[in-house]
């Protein structure tokens, strides 16, 4: 029972605080603090990357829940209070250190807040946290008053009205969380049998196949962990609904209380359990809106402002359950003061839903009213706000499948045509749709519960004891949710203070844009001789493939008659290379340079030199050439590179420091049709350019690559400023996704081969271009001449 009179001041007690970096911790913190003098504070907190515990905590003083009380009494005033009040015990629920044994109270406030983590995770984290800071509390001597905050949703699935007292349900919830840890283990040892491991390889294979095994490799592991996560995730929430809570989250929290029951109130200590419902930026204190990241609603609200839910399968008169977070904090601290004064375990629902509900019908028409006056920013206007209708959860998820099929052949369709300027657009205008659509999915499935509930949270003991407080001290340190006009809260508090949290993310992204879009209009390049500058040739440095230049070669070197039947016999391999290219482009450019077999190398060359070379300088890109020199006069060194027969590329050598490519094996100078070495491509071509930075003191991640087919990333992503050239959809899609600058480069003409041969005559070209060989190399060997 609460007493007649309750206190607000915890005196000299020595306080033990969990979760003081997350929403509601540095609440608590800030509230003991200010507001309690007196106190003793010992916080747990885990060291995090290269910050050890006490300096994550020392930065925790920084934050804007703490600015009011820092001007209020000064800043050294604020950090000497800081040090000389506040212990950092390092470690985490999971590795809790050894606890003092003068504790007076307990605030356990941490815990993962995901709704649907993988069901091993939630466990861990709410089930096995809480039984190993009750395991440590009772094994440090210490005899505290214990406030465990839960959640109101431990109610599960349910309907009508929840009291505030202990769950009645009979589950093991030891035996739960071993078989969760079981789970997890099962999941893994699935993902390892050889039929599944086969499908995520030919999954890898057939996106990624052009960009050598190691990302065929990595593709699959990465398809393999998000499988298991996928699993777990769904094993979770199938557990949980099938033992009637809502997802994995509430499942575990309901454990949680459960543990602190068993392990604690029940060895006789006093436990109270608060239980919020969802918490919302503050209603006064430290300030009107402070909140610290979007919480629960929050993703919700902004997704509907920026237009991105057309519909929802909401209840339009369930009640949406809300509650600020200061009057969760008051509460903690209300109870904290005031333990029961039977033996027994006290509980609090901090929800408005009974004394203050808000529906969901109403919750929406401030939200439109809201983002209708204060538009977000959309291009040059404005986001237009959707009117939901509630069709229902059915037609909602009919719409959705419907949407998903149509983006899929959408996409399917764009994968199968040439990637230019306009195809671009419209793979960027259908990854903006799959969002939107994954967006709406996800919130379907993670708010369904919350926005379709018809629970209502009974919440007399919370009443009684916010009754109890001096009534000169209820404004500021009450939970009165009577006192909320949510109309006044949501327009004038909540909504401003997360579209703010918004304006700045915007105002950093579009920052970040700025910064990502410069090459697209380049500036003069640095002055620099430590970095590299390398060209992929098909494709990029001249509009053409390795089976355009053999038809080059072929069409000077035929006989006429000849001439016919060697076209007929490369169109009916072409299916066959087509296939090969899609597999692997290592095994295209094995099979086809095959075609070279019995052609004396002296003869390529004089074919090379005379009509060919022509043929390649009218293909070139004058946009290249100009680039080639850019970097030339920047002091860069310039490299090109080739699948293919590194002879081929001797029309544009002069251009370059070196050219590098593959070479044919000869006997007593016939071409044999093999590769002298396997061909310069894909992990191939990543693997040089390591190499080659070693030998030559490269800075790769301020060198430059160029390159127009996904069998590139390999080496592309090596490079701090990759440019993609004409690419193919595969790469036009990673480039948007890493934002690396696209650009449509020409076929050069007549205006590209006097370029050509301007560079190749200049006398202000670099001193190597009168020495450019006129072989080419792989690796650093010559090719034979």
């Known amino acids: 029972m609460t007493p007649k009179r309750a206190k607000t001041d915890l005196g000299p007690a020595h306080v033990f605080l969990t979760g003081a970096t997350g929403f509601v911790g540095q609440a608590v913190l800030e509230r003991l ?32 829940v703490f600015s009011k009380w820092r001007e209020a009494i000064g800043e050294e005033a604020a950090a000497a209070a800081f040090a000389e009040r506040v212990n950092v015990l390092d470690g985490g629920l999971t590795s809790v250190p ?48 214990v406030v465990h905050v839960s959640t109101c949703y431990v109610g599960g699935l349910r309907k009508g009205i929840a009291p505030e007292a202990s769950l009645q349900h009979d589950v093991d919830w030891r035996a739960e969380y071993e078989a969760a840890q079981a789970t997890a283990k099962e999941v893994e040892l699935a993902s390892r049998r050889p039929e599944v491991l086969g499908g995520f390889i030919a999954a890898a294979r057939a996106k990624h196949g052009k960009q050598g095994p190691n990302a065929v490799a990595t ?82 609200i902004l997704a509907y402002g920026r237009g991105q839910l057309p519909e929802f399968p909401g209840l339009p008169d369930s009640i949406l359950d809300l509650i600020p977070v200061d009057f969760v904090v008051n509460a903690i601290i ?29 919750m929406f028409e401030n939200v439109r009213h809201y983002y209708t006056e204060h538009p977000m920013p959309k291009g040059d206007g404005h986001v237009t706000v ?112 997360i579209t703010e949290m918004t304006n700045a993310y915007r105002r950093r992204k579009q920052a970040a844009t700025r910064i990502a879009n410069r090459p697209q209009t380049p500036k003069a390049l ?12 098909e ?74 070379a022509d043929t390649m300088r009218r293909h070139a890109s004058a946009e290249a050439i100009a680039r080639i020199k850019e970097h030339r006069e920047a002091g860069h060194r310039t490299v090109l590179v080739t699948g293919s027969i590194g002879l081929l590329a001797a029309p544009l050598a002069h251009l370059f420091d070196e050219v590098v490519g593959s070479t044919m094996h000869e006997r007593d100078g016939v071409l044999t049709g093999y590769l002298a070495k396997p061909p310069l491509v894909d992990e191939a071509r990543g693997a040089w350019l390591r190499r ?13 690559g160029y390159g127009d087919n996904h069998s590139d990333l390999g080496w592309l992503g090596l490079v701090g400023n990759v440019t993609a050239v004409n690419p193919d959809a595969e790469l036009s899609r990673e480039a948007l996704r890493r934002a690396w600058r696209i650009v449509k480069w020409k076929s050069g003409g007549s205006e590209a081969k006097r370029d050509v041969m301007a560079s190749s005559a200049s006398p202000a070209a670099p001193a190597s271009d009168s020495t450019a060989p006129e072989s080419t190399v792989e690796e650093g060997e010559r090719t034979p001449s």
């Open 33 to 64: 603090l200010s507001q309690h003098p007196e106190t003793r504070i010992s916080v747990l907190v885990r060291g995090k990357g290269s910050l050890t515990a006490e300096a994550r905590l020392r930065q925790l003083l920084k934050k804007p």
């Open 98 to 145: 050894p606890l003092p044994s003068d504790l007076d109270v307990v605030i356990h406030s941490a815990a993962s807040v995901s709704f649907d983590p993988p069901i091993h995770h939630g466990f861990r984290d709410n089930v096995g946290g809480a039984l190993g800071l009750y395991e440590a509390l009772l094994a440090s001597g210490s005899d505290p008053h």
């Open 219 to 300: 593709a699959a592991e990465a398809a393999r962990v998000e499988w298991v996560n996928d699993e777990l995730v769904s094993a979770g929430r199938m557990r949980a609904q099938s033992l009637g809570w809502t997802d994995v989250y509430t499942l575990t929290k309901a454990f949680a209380e459960r543990a602190a029951e068993t392990v604690w109130g029940q060895a006789g200590h006093s436990l109270s359990i608060v239980r919020p419902t969802i918490i919302e930026s503050a209603f006064q204190h430290p300030f009107p809106g402070w909140i610290d990241g979007f919480k629960v609603a929050d993703p919700l």
């Open 334 to 362: 209300a109870a904290a003061a005031n333990p029961s004064a039977k033996n027994e375990p006290e509980y609090f629902h901090v929800a408005s839903g009974a004394s203050n509900p808000i529906p969901f019908h109403r």
């Open 386 to 497: 959707p009117n939901w209708k509630f069709p229902g959860e059915r037609k909602v998820a009919r719409d959705l499948a419907l949407a998903k099929r149509w983006t899929g052949l959408q996409e399917l369709a764009l994968s199968r045509i040439p990637s230019n300027e306009r195809t671009r657009a419209w793979q960027s205008e259908l990854a903006k749709t799959k969002a939107g659509i994954e967006t709406l999915q996800n919130f379907t499935d993670l708010y369904r519960a919350y926005v379709q509930s018809e629970i209502i949270f009974d919440d007399r003991n919370t009443r009684a004891l916010n009754a109890a407080l001096p009534a000169k001290l209820r404004d500021d340190r009450g939970f009165d949710v009577e006192r909320i006009d949510w109309d006044d809260y949501l327009q004038n508090v909540h909504f401003p203070a």
């Open 526 to 537: 640095p002055q620099r001789s430590d970095v590299v500058a390398v060209f992929d040739l």
């Open 539 to 612: 494709g990029t440095v001249v509009d053409s493939n390795i089976v355009e230049q053999y038809l080059w070669v072929r069409s000077s070197g035929f006989r006429k008659a000849a001439w016919p039947g060697e076209a007929a016999r490369l169109l009916a391999s072409v299916p066959g290379y087509l296939r090969a290219e899609r597999r692997d482009r290592g095994e295209f450019i094995r099979a086809f340079l095959r075609r070279y077999s019995g052609m004396p190398v002296e003869r390529l060359e004089k074919i090379v030199r005379r009509d060919y």
């Open 692 to 704: 080659y930075a070693e030998e030559h003191d490269i800075n790769l991640s301020q060198s430059y």
